[in-house]
């Protein structure tokens, strides 16, 4: 998981970096009354979010199956402890039943 989201990090700031080349090289225009600490990143994140989704795919697939078997894993905990709490939970009330 923290792979993807390195990767994800990178490929933001390379389009940062592009955006940023872009706007002060004229070739894309800039923000309105000095907004470009706000458009340049804006325009970063337009352009990386498909090139991430395309490039990333088989990360992301496998960052998928790392979520869900920890997920499983914590249903089958949580199953597990709700079933030693019945059990704890039925012998208590044996033992009141029969005092």
Avoid: H
Wanted: proline share 3%; glycine share 8%.
């Amino acid at each position: 998981m923290l792979r993807y989201t390195l990767m994800r990090l990178g490929i933001f700031l390379g389009c940062l970096a592009v955006a940023w080349g872009l706007v002060y090289a004229d070739i894309v225009p800039s923000g309105r009354n000095g907004s470009n600490g706000l458009w340049i990143p804006l325009l970063a994140l337009v352009l990386s979010a498909p090139i991430s989704f395309v490039v990333l795919r088989k990360e992301r697939d496998r960052a998928s199956v790392q979520v869900a078997a920890r997920v499983d894993r914590m249903k089958a905990n949580m199953e597990a402890a709700g079933l030693a709490e019945d059990l704890a939970d039925e012998r208590a009330r044996a033992g009141t039943k029969t005092s």
